[in-house]
C-alpha cells in the first residue's frame, strides 16, 4: 500500500488480534447474525487487518455493515441456496447475505468440486460485500489449490471515453501456494484505485494521483488533486486511467469480472439494476489435478525468490511479489498489534456502549 | 487500436480475406505442417486480421513463424500429447508446436470438458507462440460458452520497482456471447502495451507516451518518446506504467497468467527457464450449466447496449465495448479487404517467390 494510505504513527493506536476478533465477532451476533457465522465474519475481517489491507479490514468495513444491518440492506440469517448446479460449477443465491461469511462457504464449494473433478466454480448473485476476497483465494491456496476470486458491483467507475458510471471496482484475487516462501496472493481492483482507498485517503488527508478520478464529464484529472468531499463531483477511472496508458484493459478486466460473477450467475449488472447486490465468483484448481503437488511449490519458490531477488530500480530498496509484504506484515502484527485509527476506536467505543458488549481492548 | 498505429492509407494495400488465407496456408505446408493444420493456422490470423488486431496477424506474425519453422524452434509435426487429466483439466505437452494452431485444439478440448462437467480447463506447455488468444476465447462463445485464454512467455516486462526483466507481456483474453449484439470479446496484454505494438510502432514511427517503457535500470520513461530501435536498450513496464498508477496490479495479472499457464503446466517460467517456450491455459464455461442460455445472451445484450449508450466525456464521439470495434472492422474488411502495409506485401512477394507458391492476390 502507498505510504500516503497509512495510519499516521500518532493517530495509532495497537490492538491485539484476539481482542479484535472478539469484539467483532460480537458485533455479528449482535446484528442477528448466528454466532458460528459471526466467528467466521470476525476471521476474515481480522485475517484482513493482519495482513495489512484496511481498506477491507475492521476499520473500513464493519461500520458499514452495521449500518446495512440495521437498515435490513443485509441480511443476518440468509436462507442461502444453490440454485443451479453441475459437478465442476454452482449458482448459489446469497438472499442478502454478507459475503465476508458466505465467500468462504461458497470457496469450501469450489474446493470439494474441484477434488472431485479438477477444478470447480461458484457464483454467487444477491449478495453483501465479500470483504478482501484475496482472503477467499487464500482458503483454497491452503488446501493445495489455486484460488481465484472476482467481485463485481457498483457504478462508480466510467468505461474508457465515458461520461457514466457504469462498473465497480471489480476486484481480482489469486492465491497459489509454495513451500518456504510466503504464498503468492493476489487481489486488487480493476479501477485505477480501490474505492475504499478514497475512503482511508479521505481520512488521512492523502492527495490524489494523476489518472485515478474523472471529472463529472468524464475527463480524467491528470494533476495531483485532494480527494474530494463530495462522491457525487466525480468518477473512478479503470486501470491504466487514460486510454494511452491502457484504461481499456481496466475496463475490459472489470466487464470479465461482470460477466464471471454477474452474467453467470444468471443476472444482470448493477448499470441495470443498482440495488440486486454484489456478485462473485468463487474457483479452486485443484493442483494434484494437472500436476504433483511438491513439484509445483517447489517451482513457485523459485519463481518468487526470483522476482525478490530481482536487482531494484534507482530509488527503491527491493522488490516485492504479490503477497510478500502482506505475508510480513501479518508477522509484525500479529506480534505487536493491529494499528487502528483513533477515529476508528472512538467508533469502537460508541458501538460496544450501544450493543452493550465488552469495548475493545488496546495495547 | 489507437490511431498511430493504424497502417497510414498511402502505405496500404488491400487483400481480399480469401487470397490471405490461401496463402497463408500455402506458406504453413511449405514450412511442413499437415494441410488440415495449414488451413487452421491460416485461418486463426486471418480472422485475427480480418477483427484489425494487426499486431497478432498476418503481418506482424507469420513472418516471426517462417523463420522459426526454419531455425527448427517451432516443430511443424508436433506430437503433441496429454500429461495429466480429469474430468474438468488436461494438461498437453505441445512438443515444440505452434499454439496459433494448437490452441483451437485444447479450446476445444475444455469445451467438451464443460459440456460434461460445467467447465473445463486445459493447460499447454513447450508450445509456440498463441497468436492473438481472443480467436481461441472466441471458439468457446460460439458453442455458447463463455471462453477465458491466458498465455505467458518472454522476460521483456520489469516487475513494479525491478531493473530486470521478468516477465512477457502475459495476455489474458475473454469472449462472452450475446444474441443481437457483436459478442463481448477482451484481449489485451497485462503489459502497459504489447510487445507486438512496439514492432507496429517502429515500422510506422509512432511515439511511445509516458509510462509504456522504462529505461535499462527499471527507470520508467514518462515522457513522449520514440520507439527505440536497439532491444537492449529499454524494458517493457506492466499495465499501470508506474506504482502510483497501478503497474503492481499490471505485474501482479501477469503472475496470475504464469501460475494458470505455466506453474499449472507443471514448468518453469521463462525467466527461470528461457528456452521453454510459451505456455497458455484455455477455459470454457459451459453457459447452460449456470443458467439459461437464451436469457444469459439477452442480459448479455441489454448490458452491451447499455455501454454503447454511455454519454460520451468530451472530445469522444462514443462509448465502445469490448469486441465492438473488431466486430465493425470485420465487417468492414470482409467487404473492403485486409489493409496491409506496403513492406508486408513486398515480403509476401519474396516469400512466395522463394516457397514457389502463387503469389498473394491484392485488390
Chains 1, 2 share one sequence.
Not at 478520478?213 to 475527463?219: P, V
Amino acid at each position: 500500500m502507498l505510504e500516503r494510505f497509512k495510519v499516521p504513527i500518532e493517530d495509532q493506536v495497537r490492538v491485539p488480534e484476539d481482542s479484535l476478533r472478539e469484539t467483532v465477532t460480537a458485533v455479528f451476533e449482535k446484528m442477528g447474525v448466528t454466532p458460528e457465522d459471526a466467528a467466521l465474519g470476525a476471521d476474515v475481517l481480522t485475517m484482513t487487518d493482519l495482513r495489512g489491507v484496511e481498506t477491507h479490514g475492521v476499520s473500513n468495513m464493519l461500520r458499514a455493515y452495521v449500518s446495512q444491518y440495521n437498515q435490513g440492506t443485509l441480511n443476518p440469517r440468509p436462507d442461502w441456496r444453490v440454485v443451479r448446479e453441475s459437478p465442476g460449477t454452482a449458482v448459489i443465491d446469497a438472499d442478502r447475505g454478507l459475503a465476508v461469511i458466505l465467500g468462504p462457504k461458497a470457496m469450501d464449494m469450489a474446493i470439494e468440486k474441484a477434488r472431485e473433478v479438477g477444478v470447480g466454480i461458484v457464483t454467487m448473485f444477491n449478495a453483501g460485500h465479500s470483504g478482501g476476497i484475496g482472503h477467499h483465494a487464500m482458503l483454497a491456496a491452503k488446501q493445495d489449490m489455486v484460488g481465484l476470486v472476482t467481485t463485481a458491483g457498483g457504478v462508480q467507475v466510467v468505461p474508457t471515453f465515458g461520461a457514466e458510471g457504469r462498473l465497480g471496482t471489480n476486484p481480482i484475487a489469486m492465491a497459489a501456494p509454495a513451500k518456504t516462501e510466503p504464498f503468492f496472493l493476489y487481489d486488487a481492483a480493476t479501477s485505477a484505485i480501490a474505492g475504499n482507498k478514497l475512503n482511508l485517503a479521505r481520512r488521512v488527508d492523502a492527495d490524489m494521483e494523476p489518472g485515478w478520478i474523472a471529472e463529472r464529464d468524464g475527463t480524467p484529472i491528470m494533476e495531483e488533486r485532494p480527494v474530494p468531499q463530495d462522491r457525487d463531483t466525480y468518477w473512478q477511472l479503470p486501470l491504466g486511467g487514460t486510454r494511452e496508458m491502457g484504461s481499456h484493459k481496466g475496463y475490459g478486466l472489470a466487464m470479465l469480472t461482470e460477466v464471471l460473477g454477474t452474467m453467470l450467475s444468471g443476472v444482470l449488472p448493477s448499470m441495470l439494476d443498482p440495488t440486486g447486490g454484489s456478485k462473485h465468483s468463487f474457483t479452486a484448481y485443484n493442483i494434484a489435478a494437472f500436476t504433483d503437488v511438491d513439484e509445483f511449490k517447489e517451482k513457485m519458490d523459485r519463481m518468487l525468490q526470483m522476482l525478490r531477488d530481482t536487482r531494484p530500480a534507482p530509488g527503491h530498496d527491493r522488490v516485492l511479489y504479490p503477497g510478500l509484504s502482506e505475508y510480513e506484515e501479518e508477522q509484525d502484527r500479529r506480534a505487536n498489534g493491529i494499528p487502528l485509527h483513533k477515529e476508528v476506536i472512538e467508533w469502537f467505543g460508541d458501538i460496544c456502549g450501544e450493543l452493550s458488549i465488552p469495548t475493545l481492548r488496546t495495547m
